[in-house]
Each structure stands twice: as C-alpha cells, then as structure tokens.
C-alpha cells in the first residue's frame, strides 16, 4: 500500500503510528494513514486486519500541590 521511500511502518510494527496520513477527518474524530491503519484522536487504532487498539494516550503529568498552597474552606 505505501510507495514512500523509505517505506513507512507497516500496520503491524510497533511504530505504526510514523506513517504518513493520507486523509484527515477531523470532525469525525479519525485519520488514515499509509498503511491501512485508522487512527482516532483519542490514540485508539482499528488496523486493517480488524485489530482493535484501545486508546493509549499519555496519563497528564499530576503534580502534587504543596499544602501550603491549599486554601481552607
């Protein structure tokens, strides 16, 4: 499916995420890329076997407030 040189990450690697996009739908929330692999913009991935990737997002970094920056009620 991929003709860029070098050719991008097939849907099966690791890096699968690297290929180039191919169509945007972003008010519908998803994006193809090269190599078959739809990707949602909640990180979540149906790959072109029917391979379902949950969402996999980074967590926020959480920082803990110092207590004496906590206001009382």
Do not use: Y
């Amino acid at each position: 499916m991929c003709t860029h040189q070098p050719p991008c990450p097939a849907a099966v690697d690791s890096d699968r995420e690297a290929a180039h996009t191919l169509s945007v739908h972003a008010e519908q929330g998803w994006s193809l890329l090269c190599n078959g692999v739809l990707l949602f913009e909640d990180a979540g991935e149906l790959l072109p076997d029917g391979q379902v990737i949950a969402p996999h997002r980074p967590l926020p970094s959480c920082r803990p407030v110092p207590v004496k920056d906590v206001v009382a009620a």
